[in-house]
């Protein structure tokens, strides 16, 4: 049994009459006849009643009519389905990200992409650098979103592109001695009690300040250790030090704290977003596109990194 016996069935009940249904169809008589007749040796019933007025589904008829409709629903559905699955439009993202990157870009990429994408399901996980790569490396993430690229083992099957910059930056409480100052000096930071990072979450972070604060670095071990960005700003308008972090903090502002510039100015680890090169899901793709069309500066970099993971044509279809 095929789909066309059904859409023949369902035909031939709706005109009543084998020559109309035929038309409908776009076929000629005798071959509708036949295909109805194997159908109810198929079946081992009759489906139609034929009479001088016309043709009328018996009891079996009406009984398979009804199953043979929703299957034909069914079917239907299963290649709209098939169809918006292959385009990115359906189907699950996991990601996982550090908490720096919901200042920026973030909020704009998933809104967008959520807006293209409604019936995607985000699985959306705030953790540490080393934790995400670990994880993506694994296959329990689709896309991770670090601070400097992933390392460790199975980092080289990884797709990686930078999507931020950073300068390291100071936030103070605004009753610190600190508050009326534009920038603050590496001595100025080595004589404060200092909010950081937790070097085993960052270690690309940790081993920066560490190089940048030299023989001082012990200022570092005694260190409030903060979960991320946000507990940093938090903790620091609290007066319980001077807390360091990416200059996309500036995207943050609240009452009682104030941003300071570091001198000399320091450039920290790259926001990176990287997948495994082996992943071609549709709905990776349509969060590349949404990526690459809301940060055109990654877009040349993204589409080299493709095509040398990937081959020839790496761009995937536009998202909405």
Not at 19 to 46: F, H, N, V, W, Y
Not at 270 to 290: C, G, K, M, V
């Amino acid at each position: 049994m095929e789909a066309r016996h059904l859409r023949y069935a369902l035909t031939l009940a709706e005109h009543g009459h084998f020559g109309r249904a035929a038309r409908a169809l776009g076929i000629a008589q005798p071959p509708l006849s036949k295909q109805i007749a194997d159908l109810e040796r198929e079946i081992g019933t009759r489906l139609f009643d034929r009479t001088r007025q016309g043709v009328f589904p018996t009891a079996a008829g009406e009984a398979f009519l009804a199953r043979a409709r929703r299957a034909l629903e069914e079917m239907t559905a299963a290649t709209v389905d098939a169809g918006r699955a292959a385009r990115g439009e359906t189907g699950r993202l996991r990601l996982g990200f550090v908490a720096s990157a919901l200042l920026d870009p973030l909020p704009d990429v998933l809104g967008r992409f959520g807006r293209g994408r409604p019936d995607v399901r985000l699985e959306l996980h705030e953790m540490a650098s080393g934790r995400s790569a670990t994880a993506l490396v694994a296959g329990e993430l689709d896309v991770a979103v670090t601070l400097g690229p992933p390392r460790g083992a199975g980092a080289e099957h990884l797709v990686s592109v930078p999507i931020g910059h950073d300068r390291l930056i100071a936030v103070v409480s605004s009753t610190h001695p600190y508050a009326g100052q534009v920038s603050v000096t590496l001595d100025q930071l080595r004589r404060q009690p200092l909010i950081v990072a937790a070097g085993e979450d960052e270690p690309a972070v940790t081993a920066k300040l560490r190089t940048l604060l030299g023989e001082d670095a012990a200022a570092l071990d005694g260190a409030t250790v903060a979960r991320d960005v946000h507990t940093i700003i938090g903790l620091a308008a609290c007066g319980v030090g001077v807390g360091l972090g990416p200059s996309r903090m500036l995207s943050a502002p609240r009452p009682g704290i104030r941003f300071c510039e570091v001198t000399p100015r320091t450039a920290l680890p790259d926001l990176i977003l990287s997948f495994n090169a082996q992943d071609r899901s549709p709905a990776l793709d349509a969060f590349l596109d949404t990526v690459r069309r809301n940060c055109p500066d990654v877009g040349a970099a993204l589409d080299r990194r493709l095509h040398h993971a990937w081959g020839p044509d790496p761009v995937p279809p536009a998202a909405p």
